[in-house]
């Protein structure tokens, strides 16, 4: 049993197996989580000792939405980044996200075999609304359409540029889509070319235990159930209801600098696709700089184990490590801009996605 050795500096097919060895599998994804945990610790230390008060006016606008975008393991409940802060009482807003996500994955098992080359947009559609001072709702329904996507030139351009052409995607040069993952011989996630359907729907609730004052942050926990509305058959849902319980954390260290820490963990319930799948955490750390008080630049790093269990397959057990750059934007009272990417940073240890470019628009009605 050797040490395993990766092709390439960006591939994802691996030589040996003895990463997958139980005790690699758990090594592998406490990487991940140690990451997010030292990120979520760091932000935490700041938040209590960083600054005193800091001005009522600097609220932020908040991290990004951003979940784990990766094709197989979004299937699970993913709780996108929020801040504790809720909405006031009968106030309500209407998000509408469009993320456009490239997945590139190449491997073989003894049990699973896998050739994977598309794009997936998710255009969600979510609500919320204030209940109480301390309490909001929410609901949010995604629509998935996946096809070959706009997203390979830059992204080749970029490689070319930097680290050079992953292994993985110059093995697809001359295709732009596939779609073949099997198990034991026999089809394991099914899916085509220009192909659209509904996702799993959310229902989403928060409630703010602590507002921000007295040097003190604002702290919120959240609750989430997914509901199997999704088309399993194109695997766009799991057929699965999931639940998840989490905590939200945001602090204003001046009136340009905020903080805030996700920590979230889900519970799915069944199998997916016939495969076997557990707990899973999910963490988020974001630094925000108003430039002025209608744009602001936000840094966020995101950290997800994986759902699947002992598949053996590198594209499903591994984590995801990523980080995201992006701006936001006040058009006006009512509505709010949002631009930005997620990049893996753990390529290619973890499953990631390769790439996720999205666009938020909020409308928010207030009295």
Same mark, same amino acid.
């Given at each position: ?169 110059? @093995? ?92 979230? @963990? ?16 999910? @963490? ?84």
């Amino acid at each position: 049993m050797g040490t395993a050795k990766k092709v390439g500096p960006r591939s994802r097919v691996w030589i040996s197996r003895s990463e997958w060895s139980p005790v690699g599998r758990r090594r592998g994804a406490r990487r991940g989580l140690r990451r997010a945990g030292l990120a979520l610790v760091v932000l935490a230390v700041f938040m209590v000792f960083g600054a005193g008060r800091a001005a009522a006016a600097s609220q932020g606008f908040g991290p990004f939405p951003v979940r784990n975008f990766q094709a197989f393991q979004q299937l699970v409940l993913g709780m996108p980044g929020d801040r504790a802060t809720v909405l006031k009482p009968q106030e309500w807003d209407l998000r509408v996200e469009l993320a456009e996500t490239a997945s590139v994955y190449r491997e073989q098992t003894p049990q699973i075999t896998a050739a994977v080359k598309f794009e997936t947009l998710r255009s969600g559609v979510f609500f919320r609304y204030g209940l109480t001072e301390r309490l909001e709702v929410g609901a949010e329904l995604p629509i998935f359409y996946r096809s070959r996507g706009f997203l390979e030139g830059a992204i080749t351009q970029v490689e070319r540029v930097t680290s050079g052409v992953a292994p993985v995607r110059a @093995g697809f040069k001359d295709t732009s889509f596939a779609f073949n993952t099997t198990r034991n011989g026999g089809p394991l996630f099914k899916g085509a070319d220009d192909h659209v359907g509904l996702g799993d729907m959310t229902l989403s609730g928060k409630y703010q235990v602590m507002k921000q004052e007295f040097g003190l942050p604002a702290v919120s926990l959240r609750f989430a159930l997914k509901l199997p509305t999704g088309d399993e058959d194109r695997t766009f849902g799991s057929g699965r209801t999931d639940l998840g319980v989490g905590l939200a954390v945001d602090k204003a260290l001046s009136e340009r600098w905020m903080l805030y820490g996700n920590l979230n @963990g889900i519970l799915p319930t069944g199998r997916v696709a016939g495969l076997e799948v557990g707990p899973m955490l999910t @963490g988020l750390a974001a630094v925000e700089y108003r430039w002025s008080p209608t744009f602001s630049l936000v840094a966020q790093l995101e950290g997800y184990t994986s759902p699947f269990r002992n598949t053996g397959a590198a594209f499903l057990d591994k984590g995801v490590t990523e980080g995201t750059l992006g701006f936001s934007y006040l058009a006006s009272d009512r509505y709010l801009w949002q631009v930005y990417g997620v990049e893996n940073i753990d390529y290619p240890t973890g499953s990631a996605a390769d790439f996720t470019l999205a666009t938020v628009l909020t409308y928010r009605f207030r009295q």
